[in-house]
């Protein structure tokens, strides 16, 4: 896990370094133009306080996280989010000498809503963990699929581990610990698992509670967030009903934990069970319920956040030496890498949900010939 956050460090090193060398644009630049029915999302953010946990990091206070709500709603808004906070664009610019403002420009295709009111009834809730060290606004372009499929996203940023999280009431928490020795992702894992179940049992106080189907809870993440979405569903009388890990190891005793659930494990042609990933062994093994393991060619580990979008937007594939970018970013094209990463995760959910028939779940397809699956 920690050789992972040290390629994704050194993609935004390089991204920002890029950045630099150019003019910084003005012009708002949007993420791509998700693919689902629903052509207009809404989103909000809010402060979850967690009163039973303090908070080891500020001594004195209680535990909190943020979460950001991306859902379909009926008609376009006045206006859009944007791709972060300042504060935490400025914190990003900053840790790599690059001005403020580099970033700004990213805009998301998301209308900010203080009266949330998503379209329809029973949207099913899908909770997202981030990769270690990152902020919640480096998936957006995955929130907003989702949302345009139907969804209610909730992202989550957790304190003291992403590099920043800003507040809505103003304060911000920095990273505590960026070793990424074992020691570290092992508190940080039981951590983010107790956020998760503290969101999920939260959900029926977010404003849009009445718009969603509580009795049908997914959770989702990347890295260490897949992972903490095999713990959030562990133990007795989990509120989550089937998760997926995207690309991330399998910490301490949940290797050999059965979650009791529908779970898909998504790796690349480099990292998986039958090459060198010993914890999704141990992991498939102890399952009773269903579980299967998928591969995405063209990918690495990067690829499943907005890295690889970012770097389109802002034109910069062509100041990458040879090799580099795909090195970092895998060779699939962006759109395709959103497309596979939108249709497996839809489908898994659609069916393990919703109803749906999962007919991406039951063996290869003409349609993903890039996807493999892993006995």
Known sequence: ??????????????????????????????????????????????????????E??????????????????????????????????????ASYGVPNGTLSPLTTNSFIQLHPKPKGKNLVPLIFSTGFGLPRAFYTTMYEELASQGYLVV???????????????????????????????LEFLDTRVADAKFVVKQLTKLPCASSLDLDNIGM????????????????????????????????????????????????TTDHNSARNETSWKSFKKAQNGWVKEVTFKGFTHATF????????????????????LEKELGSVKPKRGRQLVAAYVDDFFGWALKGGKGNLLKGPSKQYPEVKFVV
């Not at 949007?30 to 967690?50: A, Q, S, V």
């Not at 103003?170 to 992702?185: E, F, I, K, P, Q």
Request: proline fraction near 8%.
């Open 56 to 93: 080891k990091y500020a001594p004195g206070t209680s535990r909190r996280v943020v979460v950001q709500a991306f859902y379909p709603i009926s008609r376009p808004g006045k206006q859009y989010a944007p791709y972060s906070t300042k504060l935490t664009l400025n914190v990003i610019e």
């Open 220 to 267: 989702f993440g990347h890295s260490l967030g897949g992972a903490t979405s095999a713990g959030a569903m562990a133990g007795k009388n989990s509120l989550v009903k089937a998760g997926i890990n995207l690309d991330g190891s399998i910490f301490g005793p949940l290797n050999n934990t059965d979650v009791k659930g529908p779970f898909l494990l998504v790796g």
């Open 1 to 54: 896990m920690a050789s992972y956050h040290r390629h994704l460090t050194h993609f935004l090193v390089l991204l920002l370094f890029f950045t630099f060398s150019l003019s910084t644009p003005t012009k708002q630049i949007h993420l791509p133009t998700p693919f689902g029915p629903h052509k207009n999302i809404g989103t909000f953010t809010h402060t979850l306080t967690d009163h039973s946990r303090p």
């Open 155 to 185: 992202a989550i940023d957790h304190p003291y581990d992403a590099l920043v999280v800003e507040f809505p009431e103003g304060d911000a928490a920095y990273m505590a610990n960026s070793s990424g020795d074992l020691d570290t992702v």
């Open 305 to 324: 956040s907005d890295m690889a979008t970012d770097v389109e937007l802002l034109g910069l594939e062509r100041l990458f030496p040879p090799g580099d």
